[in-house]
């Protein structure tokens, strides 16, 4: 009995494991049929190969716009912090 028990456990605990990670895990763009099929025809590969490549470049673009707004915002809230840090402003000398 001990031993089911134990072994249902693991097994709610490889469930949630799995769990966890599709949430925390961005799911993967799968690119168009018609990108896949320009990117055979432009690099002249096969199709699997033209497939990864619309997948992976699909990926880049994405997720490199996503960080590129992300770091802007940011770098916004940052340089808002330093302008109300007092130890930070530029203090003009005293004559």
Known sequence: MAE????????KLAAGVILLA????PAPLLP?????EVVQ???GVGWKAAY??????LQIGFYRG??????????GD???RLDRCPALTVQKPVP
């Open 4 to 11: 089911t028990i134990s072994s249902n456990a693991k097994a």
């Open 78 to 80: 940052i340089e808002a």
């Open 66 to 75: 996503v960080g590129s707004q992300r770091y802007r915002q940011v770098a």
């Open 41 to 43: 025809s432009v690099l």
């Open 52 to 57: 990864l490549v619309a997948a992976v470049g």
């Open 22 to 25: 599709l949430l925390i895990v």
């Open 32 to 36: 168009p049929h018609r990108l896949a």
